[in-house]
């Protein structure tokens, strides 16, 4: 048990003012000192009134609480107190000079016990312990030792030993029928760990099972497969072949997963466009991929109208009309395809969040690495009732899409997302996850309280969001509203997945972007591709099984030690949790100093009145650069530009101060939810 009064004696071989900067700036501390998930300034100092912190405290498989801290900074620069608002506890911190490159710290704690109800049972040696690690990080820290490296693998052997631990725990892999057992393990060695294979491993173990659901009815596994084959047999009476490209622009529905599916099973290149590009884009990508076929949903036919005529368009819409069908080819078509000899590639378009789209050849899974990595953190089981609300043509929804196949979930699809039909339909069909974007989710939460309370979510256990960043407060707002069910899912078209957060986590630390999962690893490097300390920003790096293959009109990222960057930049806390700042491109250097865009718009979320946010970098004549915010306020909310500019300030530095604040009804943002900031500092926004 720990005692009223415990001191802490170090010694760092570092000079006093270069630790006093960050021993006494506790914003610092989360990434130092484990169990310490953020902090966050509520107020300045003045000379009357120390400045006020909320800390999250999150010790090892306890419960998080809020603590709120004030700093009692000495005048003499070498000694500091924190002090628990409520006055039941406290730490007093006094650095010594020993000689130039050497100083002493003496840390007082009064009553730490209270500060979580977990650390009551610890002795006094486990808080020195922490004290001591926290300090040596920052030593770490300040020369420059390479410890932002986070590995959940090892060598070989012991890779494939967790995989198969974990394919067996969730069922994936179990006992069975020895004729469905046989017929699944000659459907993978068929068609490989495709969504061809996944597919048909599932129609061979569960035939009868619902494999898709949408608004149109459902298909078995069964039904899916024969359906498969035989639009795989028809294909080549349209010109596709093994090897040629097909394109389609649809929305999420059954249709869509059997053009995926068959053209896995005819080794063709399917092309999946993203329904938010206009007429020009599609235009540039078609010419750039020629590609034999263009499935499409009938609302898009304006969008493809430049289209070459000898291209065939082929509608995804059941029933007959003035062009050839999905449908029309399958009931015309033989129920047996011969197995190509490379299966066909799934190409998806990365966001163009920043410019124009690239083109990215999805890996083939080797194995059950891939499946594994996502189960060793996301609970997710099997007979899922798996509610996709993410886009099937970006690559989160494609990600869930292949995942339900080896877990033989019942995949729901909607061809729009509403917020109020997203609920209805996870009541109705009693879905047991959700994929989602962050901004579904807000959505979702923007829905009257007496709205969502008309729909039963109960059965949800898990809600897995990717795409791009979830605001603190919206991580937060979701869990109380609906339990602790989160998942944030970090990754790109590039890297398929890098971190997971779980809701434990996201308790401890709202803004993370979590650990990484089984076979994986990630690493914080700077400008020369050499590991950064703990807590240092730098280009978030990641290595797994499943890097893509490249791009088909661009070259690929850099790589360093099998590791490929992101374009993000990060960091890795105390508890080697990652924590992304913001893409490369958005940091901007105002008065010499490195201000990144998010930390601003994570404040603002917190004021009531505001709906959304995003804050872009523009070039300033006297700073450089600046920060300009936009604002989209509540309904009915009062706020101006002078309030913004205040809670900033009071907030961060100075620097991170919008200099202009606009406000508008909504922000622009693609099909996948990303905030389209490039249009907002274009003139004629």
């Given at each position: 048990?720990?005692?009223?009064?415990?001191?802490?004696?170090?010694?760092?071989?570092?000079?006093?003012?270069?630790?006093?900067?960050?021993?006494?700036?506790?914003?610092?501390?989360?990434?130092?000192?484990?169990?310490?998930?953020?902090?966050?300034?509520?107020?300045?100092?003045?000379?009357?009134?120390?400045?006020?912190?909320?800390?999250?405290?999150?010790?090892?498989?306890?419960?998080?609480?809020?603590l709120g801290l004030r700093a009692v900074i000495g005048r003499n620069g070498s000694d500091f107190t924190l002090e628990?608002?409520?006055?039941?506890?406290?730490?007093?911190?006094?650095?010594?000079?020993?000689?130039?490159?050497?100083?002493?710290?003496?840390?007082?704690?009064?009553?730490?016990?209270?500060?979580?109800?977990?650390?009551?049972?610890?002795?006094?040696?486990?808080?020195?312990?922490?004290?001591?690690?926290?300090?040596?990080?920052?030593?770490?820290?300040?020369?420059?030792?390479?410890?932002?490296?986070?590995?959940?693998?090892?060598?070989?052997?012991?890779?494939?030993?967790?995989?198969?631990?974990?394919?067996?725990?969730?069922?994936?892999?179990?006992?069975?029928?020895?004729?469905?057992?046989?017929?699944?393990?000659?459907?993978?060695?068929?068609?490989?760990?495709?969504?061809?294979?996944?597919?048909?491993?599932?129609?061979?173990?569960?035939?009868?099972?619902?494999?898709?659901?949408?608004?149109?009815?459902?298909?078995?596994?069964?039904?899916?497969?024969?359906?498969?084959?035989?639009?795989?047999?028809?294909?080549?009476?349209?010109?596709?072949?093994?090897?040629?490209?097909?394109?389609?622009?649809?929305?999420?529905?059954?249709?869509?997963?059997?053009?995926?599916?068959?053209?896995?099973?005819?080794?063709?290149?399917?092309?999946?466009?993203?329904?938010?590009?206009?007429?020009?884009?599609?235009?540039?990508?078609?010419?750039?991929?020629?590609?034999?076929?263009?499935?499409?949903?009938?609302?898009?036919?304006?969008?493809?109208?430049?289209?070459?005529?000898?291209?065939?368009?082929?509608?995804?819409?059941?029933?007959?009309?003035?062009?050839?069908?999905?449908?029309?080819?399958?009931?015309?078509?033989?129920?047996?395809?011969?197995?190509?000899?490379?299966?066909?590639?799934?190409?998806?378009?990365?966001?163009?969040?920043?410019?124009?789209?690239?083109?990215?050849?999805?890996?083939?899974?080797?194995?059950?690495?891939?499946?594994?990595?996502?189960?060793?953190?996301?609970?997710?089981?099997?007979?899922?009732?798996?509610?996709?609300?993410?886009?099937?043509?970006?690559?989160?929804?494609?990600?869930?899409?292949?995942?339900?196949?080896?877990?033989?979930?019942?995949?729901?699809?909607?061809?729009?997302?509403?917020?109020?039909?997203?609920?209805?339909?996870?009541?109705?069909?009693?879905?047991?996850?959700?994929?989602?974007?962050?901004?579904?989710?807000?959505?979702?939460?923007?829905?009257?309280?007496?709205?969502?309370?008309?729909?039963?979510?109960?059965?949800?256990?898990?809600?897995?969001?990717?795409?791009?960043?979830?605001?603190?407060?919206?991580?937060?707002?979701?869990?109380?509203?609906?339990?602790?069910?989160?998942?944030?899912?970090?990754?790109?078209t590039e890297v398929s997945w890098g971190t997971i957060a779980d809701p434990t986590d996201l308790r401890a630390a709202?803004?993370?972007?979590?650990?990484?999962?089984?076979?994986?690893?990630?690493?914080?490097?700077?400008?020369?591709?050499?590991?950064?300390?703990?807590?240092?920003?730098?280009?978030?790096?990641?290595?797994?099984?499943?890097?893509?293959?490249?791009?088909?009109?661009?070259?690929?990222?850099?790589?360093?030690?099998?590791?490929?960057?992101?374009?993000?930049?990060?960091?890795?806390?105390?508890?080697?949790?990652?924590?992304?700042?913001?893409?490369?491109?958005?940091?901007?250097?105002?008065?010499?100093?490195?201000?990144?865009?998010?930390?601003?718009?994570?404040?603002?979320?917190?004021?009531?009145?505001?709906?959304?946010?995003?804050?872009?970098?523009?070039?300033?004549?006297?700073?450089?650069?600046?920060?300009?915010?936009?604002?989209?306020?509540?309904?009915?909310?009062?706020?101006?530009?002078?309030?913004?500019?205040?809670?900033?300030?009071?907030?961060?530095?100075?620097?991170?101060?919008?200099?202009?604040?606009?406000?508008?009804?909504?922000?622009?943002?693609?099909?996948?939810?990303?905030?389209?900031?490039?249009?907002?500092?274009?003139?004629?926004?």
């Amino acid at each position: 048990m720990l005692s009223d009064v415990i001191d802490v004696d170090v010694l760092l071989e570092l000079p006093r003012h270069a630790i006093w900067e960050y021993l006494s700036d506790p914003e610092w501390y989360p990434r130092f000192f484990r169990g310490m998930g953020t902090c966050e300034r509520l107020t300045e100092a003045e000379p009357d009134r120390p400045a006020v912190y909320a800390v999250r405290v999150a010790p090892p498989h306890a419960e998080a609480v809020n603590l709120g801290l004030r700093a009692v900074i000495g005048r003499n620069g070498s000694d500091f107190t924190l002090e628990s608002v409520d006055g039941s506890s406290f730490v007093s911190v006094r650095l010594f000079e020993v000689n130039e490159n050497m100083t002493r710290i003496v840390a007082t704690f009064f009553k730490a016990a209270q500060i979580h109800p977990a650390l009551m049972k610890n002795e006094n040696a486990a808080l020195t312990a922490w004290t001591r690690e926290g300090l040596q990080r920052i030593e770490d820290f300040l020369t420059g030792k390479p410890t932002s490296i986070v590995s959940n693998s090892g060598d070989y052997r012991s890779v494939q030993l967790s995989v198969a631990k974990t394919m067996v725990k969730t069922g994936v892999v179990r006992a069975a029928r020895p004729d469905r057992g046989i017929k699944q393990l000659n459907s993978l060695a068929k068609w490989g760990f495709t969504l061809a294979g996944g597919f048909a491993a599932a129609a061979a173990r569960e035939p009868k099972t619902i494999a898709l659901a949408d608004r149109r009815g459902s298909l078995t596994f069964a039904e899916l497969h024969e359906r498969t084959n035989r639009l795989a047999a028809a294909l080549p009476g349209v010109g596709v072949t093994p090897g040629s490209t097909v394109a389609i622009m649809a929305r999420n529905h059954a249709a869509m997963v059997e053009c995926m599916v068959a053209c896995g099973k005819l080794g063709a290149h399917l092309l999946l466009l993203n329904t938010g590009l206009g007429a020009r884009q599609v235009e540039e990508l078609l010419v750039r991929h020629n590609p034999q076929v263009v499935f499409l949903d009938d609302e898009f036919d304006s969008v493809i109208q430049y289209l070459r005529p000898n291209v065939m368009r082929i509608s995804t819409a059941p029933a007959p009309n003035d062009r050839p069908t999905l449908e029309g080819l399958i009931l015309g078509a033989p129920s047996t395809v011969v197995k190509a000899t490379e299966p066909g590639r799934l190409i998806v378009l990365t966001s163009g969040t920043n410019g124009s789209p690239k083109s990215a050849k999805r890996p083939t899974p080797k194995g059950f690495q891939a499946v594994a990595a996502m189960l060793s953190r996301m609970p997710l089981q099997m007979g899922e009732k798996m509610l996709i609300a993410a886009p099937l043509f970006h690559s989160w929804g494609l990600a869930a899409l292949q995942i339900s196949t080896p877990i033989r979930s019942t995949v729901v699809l909607a061809d729009r997302f509403d917020a109020e039909d997203c609920l209805r339909a996870i009541s109705v069909h009693r879905c047991t996850s959700l994929i989602a974007v962050p901004v579904m989710i807000q959505r979702i939460l923007d829905l009257p309280p007496a709205v969502r309370a008309r729909y039963d979510t109960s059965s949800l256990r898990v809600v897995a969001c990717s795409g791009s960043p979830m605001s603190g407060q919206l991580v937060t707002s979701f869990m109380d509203t609906f339990g602790d069910i989160l998942y944030n899912f970090y990754g790109s078209t590039e890297v398929s997945w890098g971190t997971i957060a779980d809701p434990t986590d996201l308790r401890a630390a709202p803004t993370t972007a979590g650990r990484p999962p089984l076979g994986t690893r990630i690493s914080v490097l700077d400008e020369h591709g050499s590991p950064l300390p703990c807590g240092a920003v730098g280009r978030i790096f990641v290595g797994n099984d499943m890097l893509f293959d490249g791009y088909t009109d661009a070259a690929p990222p850099p790589i360093a030690g099998q590791l490929m960057d992101t374009g993000d930049l990060g960091y890795i806390d105390a508890d080697g949790r990652l924590f992304v700042s913001g893409r490369d491109d958005e940091m901007i250097i105002s008065g010499g100093e490195n201000v990144f865009p998010r930390p601003v718009e994570e404040a603002l979320a917190h004021l009531p009145q505001v709906s959304e946010v995003a804050v872009v970098g523009v070039p300033d004549v006297e700073y450089g650069q600046r920060l300009v915010a936009f604002v989209v306020p509540r309904e009915g909310a009062r706020l101006d530009q002078d309030m913004v500019r205040s809670y900033i300030h009071h907030r961060l530095s100075r620097f991170s101060v919008p200099r202009d604040v606009t406000f508008l009804t909504a922000l622009p943002r693609n099909a996948t939810g990303k905030i389209l900031k490039r249009v907002l500092i274009q003139p004629t926004a």
